[in-house]
């Protein structure tokens, strides 16, 4: 089976941290969100990866080479970026030899049982039931949970069955079709071609599609819901030791990640927190934070924190969120 991971966005509601970072390379719990999605794959037997890359793409496939020498993998790029089926659809060429395909969007982490979704003889769509599912795709379902219509961001969801951003797909030959079916149509919402309209229109032509409800479902798309998925994660996840990790005069509070190559000292750190490779934190105090690679505090007080790599902060301060490459002195 293959994998299509489209990884082309901007991340916008992620800024200041995606000018510089993929938002599926920002790290949670200890990894990247994309190695969350791989390693769960893989770990079923997916072995065969196409991701769809644009923004910022060359750090995705420089990370993907490194991490995943011994998979399969083709890297497209899509340019300009006109939505979710057209960024599918730059795949055809690579998928005429596949019965079934396995899609899963690069910035959500879902926790389900990945076998029984990917041996369903049915095509399926993983679903979670939420509160306020406007935000995302809607899928309305009958009792047996076959999905009768599916409808991108509706402003009046008339189910609160949001899709989690994972579809198992059995009939390539009628995916493709809807897919070339909605461009050559120029059949866009919200001014870009869905890949839930493709998947709708397949409904319309008798295809089944199956609702398959995950356990939990982690969207990383915003500072307050990473800064809650990683501590999610880390409650939920064993957090291996790293070593080559130097702490002095320091206490932790588990749950913390900490990478390897950091030097701590005089600190309290946790929970919750997330500290990248290379880091050196002295005389601070973090919790419910994230702090990137190679990034230097000194005094500092943060919770509720998103810190970019490479980062310089001396003196107090509360809540940041800071991208890449900053220096922030409040010591005077």
């Not at 994972?166 to 059949?187: C, G, P, Q, R, V």
């Not at 002095?248 to 190559?261: D, F, K, M, N, Q």
């Amino acid at each position: 089976m293959k994998a299509i991971i489209p990884v082309a966005g901007a991340g916008t509601n992620l800024r200041p941290h995606t000018y510089t970072q993929p938002k599926p390379l920002i790290p949670v719990a200890g990894k990247p969100i994309l190695s969350f999605i791989i390693d769960k794959l893989i770990q079923n037997g997916v072995s065969d990866f196409i991701f769809v890359i644009g923004y910022l793409g060359e750090k995705i496939r420089l990370f993907v080479e490194q991490k995943y020498p011994g998979i399969r993998k083709e890297f497209i790029y899509q340019e300009p970026r006109l939505g979710s089926a057209h960024a599918i659809r730059l795949a055809v060429e690579y998928l005429k030899k596949s019965e079934e395909i396995v899609i899963q969007f690069g910035d959500t982490i879902v926790d389900l049982d990945m076998k029984k979704f990917l041996s369903s003889e049915n095509s399926s769509i993983a679903v979670k039931r939420i509160e306020h599912p406007q935000s995302f795709g809607v899928a309305e379902m009958n009792k047996e949970r076959l999905i009768l219509k599916i409808i991108e961001k509706p402003k009046i969801p008339k189910s609160n069955w949001a899709l989690v951003g994972l579809y198992k797909i059995n009939d390539l030959d009628t995916f493709i079709k809807a897919l070339e079916f909605i461009i050559s149509h120029d059949i866009k919402t919200y001014a870009e071609f869905q890949l839930t309209d493709a998947l709708m229109h397949m409904i319309e032509q008798g295809h089944k599609f199956y609702g398959f409800e995950v356990d939990n479902w982690w969207d990383c798309g915003q500072k307050d819901q990473l800064l809650q998925t990683n501590a999610l994660l880390l409650d939920k996840e064993p957090i291996k030791e790293n070593e080559n990790v130097k702490l002095e005069r320091t206490i932790l509070i588990p749950p913390v990640s900490i990478g390897a190559h950091c030097h701590i000292t005089d600190s309290i750190i946790g929970p919750h927190v997330t500290i990248g490779e290379s880091s050196r934190i002295q005389k601070s105090v973090i919790w419910n934070s994230i702090i990137g690679n190679f990034s230097k505090l000194d005094e500092a007080v943060l919770k509720k924190s998103v810190i970019g790599n490479d980062v310089i902060i001396k003196g107090f301060s509360q809540s940041l969120n800071i991208g890449d490459n900053a220096d922030i002195d409040l010591s005077h």
